[in-house]
T-cell receptor, first 113, second 111 residues
Framework: AAGVIQSPRHLIKEKRETATLKCYPI?????VYWYQQGPGQDPQFLIS???????DKGSIPDRFSAQQFSDYHSELNMSSLELGDSALYFC????????????FGQGTRLTVV | AQRVTQPEKLLSVFKGAPVELKCNYS??????LFWYVQYSRQRLQLLLR??SRESIKGFTADLNKGETSFHLKKPFAQEEDSAMYYC?????????????FGKGTLLTVNP
């Protein structure tokens, strides 16, 4: 069965560069969540989308933006990268606006050097 | 390879009954384990992590390395505990950490 796909799996960027992370939800899932987890830290909720509209916002820096497209995939855009942005970014998808179980991607490991 | 297994997809109990959500893991090193909860239509929330050894909302979980388990327990379930619960494992290894989730257990607490 298809799962949540994230790309790329690994990404290395320099400070002040930009990065775009992609999340492809399970087919027919309309809700996407983004989380950030730094080394040794708890996951932090960043933002979520339902039916292509932002549904909830967490601790997402102003340097980051995200959107959900017509095919329900989502992209997290990160600009002016800082060393502290190095983390695992994972997304999850669910259907019915988040009322059903969520499925998680494998994550994108971003390293800022 | 690291793997997390939650053998019960659904768990239904009555209010006031004890509840145990099972989680077994497979990992060759020293893992860090978490329990997350997701209430209907809400974001995923961290419930507890094994290294903090704290009790959140009456829930506790003990890491049993011998049985490679991290079961979540609560002595008296409440209706507001009804939610999806996910067990997750983070492997160690410097910058090569990876977070793996179980499939989740839907807990329903009946009045």
């Amino acid at each position: 069965a298809a799962g949540v796909i994230q790309s790329p799996r690994h990404l290395i960027k320099e400070k002040r560069e930009t990065a775009t992370l992609k999340c492809y939800p399970i087919p027919r899932h309309d809700t996407v969540y983004w989380y950030q987890q730094g080394p040794g830290q708890d996951p932090q909720f960043l933002i979520s989308f339902y039916e292509k509209m932002q549904s909830d916002k967490g601790s997402i820096p102003d340097r980051f933006s995200a959107q959900q497209f017509s095919d329900y995939h989502s992209e997290l855009n990160m600009s002016s990268l800082e060393l502290g942005d190095s983390a695992l970014y994972f997304c999850a998808s669910s259907s019915a606006g988040g009322s059903t179980e969520a499925f998680f991607g494998q994550g994108t490991r971003l390293t800022v050097v | 390879a690291q793997r997390v297994t939650q053998p019960e997809k659904l768990l239904s109990v009555f209010k006031g009954a004890p509840v145990e959500l099972k989680c077994n893991y497979s990992y060759s090193g020293s893992p860090e384990l978490f329990w997350y909860v997701q209430y209907s239509r809400q974001r995923l929330q961290l419930l507890l992590r094994h290294i903090s050894r704290e009790s959140i909302k009456g829930f506790t979980a003990d890491l049993n390395k011998g049985e490679t388990s991290f079961h979540l327990k609560k002595p008296f379930a409440q209706e507001e505990d009804s939610a999806m619960y996910y067990c997750a494992l983070m492997g160690s290894g410097g910058s090569n950490y990876k977070l793996t989730f179980g499939k989740g257990t839907l807990l329903t607490v009946n009045p």
